[in-house]
């Protein structure tokens, strides 16, 4: 359908002042984009960009979390852990879905991300070596996903927004059951609480991180914004998500490993520590603890999974065939 490569809007376009003035218009007067509208070919791009990372994200985010199924500490926790972690896949499915509306395939968006060309957030990307990162995860992760997502739910595209709503109902519940996974370590044993706060002083940063670069490196932001495919900026994320979360830390008995975080009356907010972007920007090229384990389980899975795509083409294209010589019998 359309020729060009899939990742980003490249900035040029052929299209007249008029075709973009009229979208613009769409835009402004909240109407929904849905997939048959015309539009133009970076706003498609950009969609197809951040739909397909968003998907790749739900599908890698499995493979931290999947870790610890077997090793759960009750049936209780198993049996919801192994719920959150098909729930990601399913969020994965949708957003593929919905980027497919956008004249991409699964596998060309497959093929992105096993050779290093899209993106999955850099969240996934460390190690989860305690059973306190089930609980960090669920509600740092979850919990930043969510502040992204519910903003997301009025993107202005219209199978996005919709997936968000579901999605976002069920992140919620992911956040409540990693929140009470660490509740009950913060109040246990002392060993126990150490191994909480251990896990938060090492998610803290790059749950912070999962907001994307501050908004003066944020390549794609404003056009996004315009377009209201994004209705707020990475660091207006990223501060409501420690307003939200620090009061939820202090409740815990937790420590956020920030000596610089403090109350600003003036803004009503929290003021925060220098992020480390240089390691920000070391895990989105690649160079983190955990990337090249990730990719390789995911072309593992993709491979291994080959014959049940082949045989499902073959099946669908047997009962296609099977299909059509009933009805020219018919005929
Ligand atoms: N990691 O110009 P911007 C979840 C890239 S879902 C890696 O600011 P944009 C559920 C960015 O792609 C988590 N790369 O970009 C779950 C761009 O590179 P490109 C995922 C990042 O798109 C929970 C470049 O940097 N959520 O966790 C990151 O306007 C538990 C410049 O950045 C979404 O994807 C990063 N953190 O804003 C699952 C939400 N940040 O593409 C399992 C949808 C930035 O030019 C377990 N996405 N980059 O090569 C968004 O809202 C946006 O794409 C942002 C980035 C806010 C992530």
């Not at 009229?22 to 070919?41: L, S, V």
């Not at 390691?279 to 990719?295: A, L, P, S, T, Y």
Request: proline share 4%.
């Amino acid at each position: 359908m359309y020729a060009q490569g899939l990742i980003g809007a490249d900035g040029e376009t052929k299209e007249s002042g008029e075709f973009l003035a009229a979208f613009q218009k769409r835009i402004d007067a909240e109407e929904k984009i849905e997939p048959n509208d015309p539009m133009p070919e970076g706003y498609r791009k950009t969609l197809v960009r951040q739909i397909g990372q968003h998907a790749h994200s739900e599908i890698v985010g499995m493979l931290p979390e999947g870790n610890w199924i077997t090793r759960a500490p009750t049936l209780r926790r198993k049996a919801a852990l192994l719920a959150k972690v098909q729930d990601e896949g399913g969020h994965g499915l949708y957003l593929y879905a919905a980027a497919e509306t956008l004249g991409v395939t699964r596998e060309q968006m497959t093929e992105e991300l096993l050779s290093g060309k899209a993106k999955y957030s850099s969240i996934f990307n460390y190690p989860t070596p305690t059973w306190a990162d089930i609980g960090t995860i669920g509600w740092l992760v979850d919990g930043a996903a969510i502040m992204n997502q519910i903003a997301l739910c009025r993107c202005s595209y219209g199978p996005y927004a919709r997936a968000m709503i579901r999605i976002c109902k069920e992140e919620s519940f992911h956040q409540r059951q990693g929140y009470e996974i660490v509740m009950t370590l913060a109040k246990g044993s002392p060993e126990q609480k150490e191994l909480a706060q251990d896990s938060l002083n090492r998610w803290w940063w790059p749950s912070l991180m999962m907001f994307g670069p501050s908004d003066r490196d944020s390549v794609h932001s404003e056009q996004s914004m315009a377009w209201k495919i994004k209705r707020f900026s990475n660091d207006e994320l990223r501060d409501k998500f420690i307003n939200a979360t620090v009061p939820q830390a202090e409740y815990l008995g937790l420590k956020v490993p920030d000596p610089d975080l403090k109350w600003n009356e003036e803004k009503g907010g929290y003021d925060h520590g220098e992020i480390d972007w240089d390691e920000f920007w070391r895990v989105v090229k690649g160079h983190g603890k955990m990337n090249r384990d990730r990719i390789a389980a995911r072309k593992k899975a993709w491979d291994d999974g080959a014959w049940v795509r082949e045989a499902a083409l073959a099946h669908a294209e047997k009962r296609r065939n099977r299909q059509d010589a009933a009805r020219h019998a018919a005929e």
